[in-house]
């Protein structure tokens, strides 16, 4: 968990090299289904295209049928879920054991997301200060142009933030009451991940969580 920006995607993937976990990651459920044309992609499509958040059930329906393809597995869930609402049905499904909290400050993730350019067609992410493309303003394999999105842009950042501080940090504090939270503070993913990775070798003695 944690804001726009704030580098769950980057804490993944590391995650995913160290512990023998299937990713669900919305993200990349949305752009999938937008890419593919599918009806729920259709209907994500219009939310994201004007930077609004897609709706819980939308967001619940592409999870459990993700899931469902996974049972008996150990399952990392990236950025997912993000409100109380979401937090509540998934739990009828599939029931958070750990919650990880990136708490990466305002000012950081501004500058990031700000920084921050996509190839449309595929959905890869470019960070000028962090993984440039090969060519500027292009994708690294077709070529094509890059595009930043309306919301990744400075003046709707702020906005952006807002609106998960107001959604999903209920979420948070329920999980912290619950014990089931653990909170990682910095701004910088190689610096956060050592920490992550300590929490979770001394979850696998306790859990059916396996490190690889």
């Known amino acids: 968990m944690g804001r726009p920006g704030g580098g769950k995607g980057t804490i993944s993937k590391k995650m995913l090299k160290d512990f023998n976990y299937v990713h669900v990651s919305t993200g990349d459920l949305l752009r999938a289904n937008v890419r593919d044309g599918t009806d729920l992609g259709k209907e ?17 329906r592409l999870v459990v049928d993700e899931v469902s393809q996974h049972a008996d597995k150990s399952l990392l869930l990236d950025g ?40 449309p ?49 209920p979420l948070v504090g329920l999980y912290e009451k619950q014990g089931k939270l653990a909170e990682f503070q910095g701004t910088e993913s190689d610096v956060i991940y050592p920490k992550v990775k300590d929490y979770l070798d001394g979850l696998c003695g306790t859990t059916d969580l396996t490190a690889k």
Do not use: C
């Not at 295209?49 to 819980?56: A, E, H, I």
């Not at 070529?143 to 999105?149: A, G, K, M, S, V």
């Not at 842009?153 to 998960?164: C, F, I, N, S, T």
């Open 80 to 119: 997912f879920p993000r409100t109380l609402a979401q937090g509540e049905a998934i739990e009828a499904y599939l029931p958070v054991d750990n919650a990880i909290y990136l708490n990466v400050p305002t000012q950081t993730i501004v500058e990031r997301i700000s920084n921050r350019w996509i190839h």
């Open 121 to 169: 067609g595929s959905g890869r992410i470019y960070a000028y200060d962090y993984n440039p493309p090969k060519v500027e303003g292009k994708d690294d394999e077709t070529r094509e142009p890059l595009i930043q999105r309306d919301d990744d842009k400075p003046e709707a950042v702020g906005a952006r933030l807002q609106q998960y501080d107001d959604m999903t940090l």
């Open 44 to 60: 994500a499509k219009s939310y994201m295209d004007t930077g609004s958040l897609v709706p819980d059930d939308l967001i619940i």
